[in-house]
């Protein structure tokens, strides 16, 4: 059974960075054929994709938040970090992260998200 | 302003069959067979119903069905039930650099 549980700061201030955690289970990142993603909902409005990495350490960026965005794997704790530099209160959003076959095209599997406020 | 065009909201009666269509582009929805759509309650994580235009996972109701033509995916749910009420949003492949777009959502809402 794979489970995802996404953890990380409630508030954070414009200009300072980002740092969630995915914590996972049910599947490991050190072999081949996974990837984990992580997308974002502003409340009230549409998933937006982030960022994607796969087993092989491929990443993958949202053309329009690549400067912003870096996503890595620590295999040995089951655990994939992005952090966002730069937050903005549009940044204001719940955050997902999502399991994927890397042969697949869709997430098949989501976290339960956590909520992110941008503000002073 | 979602890469991918979906109607803001479709209703329903219980019992009866909606479509939502899902608008994108040659470089997405009509390059790729790779549209999927979710399912999404409030509070809740969205659920993947259809994957690669037209395929359902294991468990998800075979009154979910998924189509495409050109530009254009569509979600079908027949047999409308109250528990089908929720948000939707479809997905589509961009190519390697773009891995996925989302659409804007659309409600449902089950008369």
């Known amino acids: 059974q794979i489970t995802l549980k996404e953890s990380g700061p409630t508030l954070v201030k414009p200009t300072q960075t980002l740092t969630l955690t995915c914590t996972f289970s049910g599947f490991s990142l050190s072999n081949g054929g996974v990837g984990v993603g992580w997308i974002r909902q502003p409340p009230g409005k549409a998933l937006e994709w982030l960022a994607l990495?796969?087993?092989?350490?491929?990443?993958r960026y949202s053309p329009s938040l690549k400067s912003r965005l870096t996503i890595t794997k620590d295999t040995s704790k089951n655990q994939v970090v992005l952090t966002m530099t730069n937050m903005d209160p549009v940044d204001t959003a719940t955050y997902y992260c999502?399991?994927?076959?890397?042969?697949?095209?869709?997430?098949?599997?989501w976290g339960q998200g956590t909520l992110v406020t941008v503000s002073s | 302003q979602s890469a991918l065009t979906q109607p803001a909201s479709v209703s329903g009666s219980p019992g009866q069959s909606i479509a939502i269509s899902c608008t994108g582009t040659?470089?997405?929805?009509?390059?790729?067979?790779?549209v999927s759509w979710y399912q999404q309650h409030p509070g809740k994580a969205p659920k993947v119903m259809i994957y690669?235009?037209?395929n359902r996972p294991s468990g998800v109701s075979n009154r979910f069905s998924g189509s495409k033509s050109g530009n254009t995916a569509s979600l079908t749910i027949s047999g409308l039930q109250a528990e089908d009420e929720a948000d939707y949003y479809c997905c589509s492949y961009r190519g390697s650099s773009t891995l996925a777009v989302f659409g804007g959502g659309t409600k449902l809402t089950v008369l």
């Open positions: 040659s470089s997405d929805v009509g390059a790729y067979n790779y």
């Open positions: 999502a399991h994927r076959f890397d042969y697949d095209y869709y997430f098949d599997q």
């Open positions: 990495i796969f087993w092989n350490d491929d990443k």
């Open positions: 690669d235009v037209s």
